[in-house]
């Protein structure tokens, strides 16, 4: 029903679009002439409807064809492999490591000297060693399991050697499900279906469109391997795994694959009903000096320091501290007293050799290690693992203590705003379109005090978001009387246009030499068209935040910074619906004042206001925030808290083996990197991120 309305619906604003025409441009009687004019604002209102109408019947296209999805399932496999077997697995600290100590392989080397202990539900036991395989287990315990462990234990990088596995046999197989690396930590900021979470992550993180991603998901064809069951904000953590059982019981035949700290996950309510579980086992002592003597000479810096500090063998059961300690000490041991624990100096000694052994022109170690702090203590207070851009934000300064730049932002739209529609005003309309102008940059102010609008506080946070996101179908029509009700039933916003739009009929009122009924009704006109205008802008900047809500950030990994990824999403959201409303706002100003005054008075007048109507759509939903972040950004920069630029940093902090780069953004190489560089930070902390 909904296609047969919209084809009957292109068809009549085809029709009216070739009447208008006619009517415009063909020969009329000769008392219809003076009227003339009314077609052309008709015309550009049937043309806007009819691109409104070819967008929506864009957007409702066919179910994905064979062709399509063949292409997404090889986009989506080599992403997966690219964002996770290469460029970290393949660059993991334990290999990273090895390079940077020289240490080479030799025939009888493990891939890696952890044991892993398997139980399945229906009885059986079993230990994996040597080079046996993972997807193997995977298989023998029915595809369905729990991966446990102690901090820095290799669960994560156990993950990753089965998702490379799955990888190989899904891009021999064409029916094998997609495996997807996927971090549950982002779950908790809106709690939805995991298999709407799944999908939305599909789309943010790997691009892949959400229709495709929800047809996948609801067909089976895509094997979740999810990590960081533990970094979901523990009040939530039963929640979450809750979620997980109701997905795996509604799909009890799609594989799945769950890490999680051993401790944090026995505190569970209630256990994964999955068939198997996987515990990587603490290193032994014979294995530990097993590994020390195939190293050779490239770890006899470790082999003193544990000689001269018998304590330190406490550390070296963690797969991730027994590498840390390896590049830490690899210049001899350092001093067994010091400033914290035993594992805080050995971080400390850590970061401080990596950073002299690969210094760099620019970042100072101690600038270095400050900014990792920031990054660190900001993550952390957010409860997230992965850093986008989007995240910077005016509350990571310390030094302040209002939103200076927030405010700051606003004004400088509002005065952009009435500036332009001040000069177009002036030349078009004589000096009552100064007061058009002052009168848009007034009620932009108040726009953006009062009604809807996203400063970077609230765009760099995920919670915003609700839980019942869905593949979105954007309908302008139901958003737009939706918004229009809000800003009408905003008395504040309402009273004020109502006024705003009295000045600016007053001051055309002044000029106008038209006596009694006639001069009323042309003050009325300019009163209505202004009105009209401003609470159509109001409510269609609205609706765009909305679906901007509803849709989420972007992926992707652009090198720009500023604008972010989701200030360039919403650059494109507001260019494409400035000129559509200007249009709109500008016809039906131009046909109030056209019908009470003459045909060239209505035109100069709808583009005055049209571009006021445009202006404030633009500043409200994309240049504002874009300032307001080029603002935080350069007072980031001078308070020391980030360099400026910040990505050259990030990647020096991965060649140093601190962070790892992970598709659209940066992870610590391990949560207790990102713990140690947090707790380090200098200066005052500022107020913790609530959850909902």
């Known amino acids: 029903m909904r296609r047969v309305a919209t084809v009957v619906l292109s068809v009549v604003c085809v029709t009216l679009l070739g009447v208008a025409t006619n009517v415009a441009t063909g020969a009329l009687p000769a008392r219809w002439t003076p009227h003339l004019w009314l077609a052309w604002p008709a015309l550009v209102v049937v043309v806007a409807a009819l691109t409104v109408v070819e967008v929506r019947r864009a957007r409702e296209s066919a179910p994905v064809t064979g062709v399509t999805a063949t292409h997404a399932r090889r986009v989506l496999l080599d992403r997966v492999r690219r964002y996770w077997i290469t ?70 990088t156990t993950l990753l050697e089965l998702a490379r596995e799955l990888i190989d046999a899904a891009e021999r197989d064409p029916d094998a499900p997609i495996p997807v ?68 019981a509604r799909q009890p035949l799609t594989p799945i694959a769950v890490c999680c700290r051993e401790w944090e996950y026995r505190q569970l ?31 006899a810096g470790l082999r003193a320091a544990l000689t001269a500090d018998e304590g330190l063998w406490e550390f070296t059961g963690s797969p991730l501290l027994l590498t840390i300690m390896g590049l830490a000490y690899a210049d001899g041991p350092g001093p067994t007293a010091g400033p914290g624990g035993r594992r805080t100096r050995l971080f400390t000694r850590y970061v401080e050799t990596m950073l002299r052994h690969r210094p760099h022109p620019t970042y100072r170690p101690e600038q270095a290690i400050q900014y990792l702090s920031v990054l660190g203590h900001e993550l952390r207070r957010r409860q997230q693992t992965i850093f986008v851009l989007d995240l910077v934000a005016s509350d990571w300064s310390p030094r302040w203590v209002t939103p200076s730049a927030d405010l700051l932002s606003r004004a400088l739209a509002s005065v952009a705003v009435g500036g332009l529609v001040a000069l177009l005003g002036a030349g078009l309309l004589g000096w009552p379109g100064l007061a058009v102008g002052a009168t848009a940059g007034a009620l932009t102010a ?101 679906d901007l809500y509803l ?47 003459t045909g060239a008075d209505g035109l100069r007048y709808g583009a005055v206001v049209g571009a006021f109507a445009a202006s404030y759509l633009l500043v409200a939903v994309a240049l504002g925030p874009v300032t307001e972040q080029w603002l935080v950004r350069r007072r980031l920069a001078r308070d020391g808290v980030l360099p400026r630029p910040l990505r050259p940093f990030l990647d020096y902090a991965v060649q140093c083996l601190f962070l790892r780069d992970v598709g659209d953004g940066y992870i610590f190489v391990h949560r207790e990197l990102l713990e140690f560089f947090a707790d380090r930070l200098t200066r005052p902390s500022t107020q913790v991120v609530p959850r909902p």
């Open 87 to 156: 460029s970290v697995l393949e660059r993991s600290l334990h290999r990273e490591a090895r390079i940077q100590l020289g240490i080479t392989a030799s025939a009888d080397d493990r891939r890696y000297p952890w044991t892993l202990r398997a139980t399945h539900r229906g009885g059986f036991t079993g230990v994996l060693d040597g080079g046996a395989s993972v997807a193997g287990l995977f298989e023998r315990l029915d595809r369905a399991v729990v991966i446990l462990g102690a901090p820095g234990s290799g669960k994560t």
């Open 269 to 299: 309510r209630a256990g994964l009903p999955v068939y198997g579980t996987v515990t990587i086992q603490p290193l032994t002592r014979p294995q530990i000096e097993r590994y020390l003597d195939r190293s050779g000479p490239a770890l």
């Open 551 to 597: 849709v989420g950030p972007p992926g992707g990994a652009p090198r720009r910074e500023i604008p972010s990824p989701a200030l360039r999403q919403r650059l494109r959201s507001a260019a494409m619906g400035a000129p559509p409303l200007g249009l709109v706002t500008g016809a039906l100003a131009a046909l109030l004042v056209g019908s009470a005054r």
């Open 181 to 248: 690396v996927l971090n549950l930590s982002s779950w908790a900021t809106r709690r939805p279906p995991l298999e709407q979470w799944l999908a939305a992550e599909l789309t943010e993180r790997y691009g892949i469109p959400s229709r495709q991603a929800s047809a996948w998901i609801e067909s089976g064809a895509i094997l979740p391997l999810l990590d960081g069951l533990d970094e979901v904000v523990a009040t939530r953590r039963d929640e979450c795994a809750a979620a997980i059982a109701a997905f795996h």
């Open 446 to 546: 108040l726009g953006l005090a009062l009604a809807e609008y996203e400063n970077l506080v609230l765009i760099a946070s995920r919670e915003r978001r609700p839980e019942d996101r869905r593949p979105l179908r954007v309908d302008w029509v139901t958003d737009t009387a939706r918004e229009l009700r809000a800003v009408a039933g905003n008395t504040g916003i309402t009273w004020a246009t109502v006024a705003a739009a009295l000045v600016v009929g007053l001051a055309f009122g002044l000029t106008d030499e038209l006596p009694g009924w006639p001069g009323m009704l042309a003050e009325l006109a300019y009163w209505l068209g202004f009105l009209l205008a401003t609470l159509l802008a109001l409510a269609v900047t609205g609706a765009t935040l909305f």
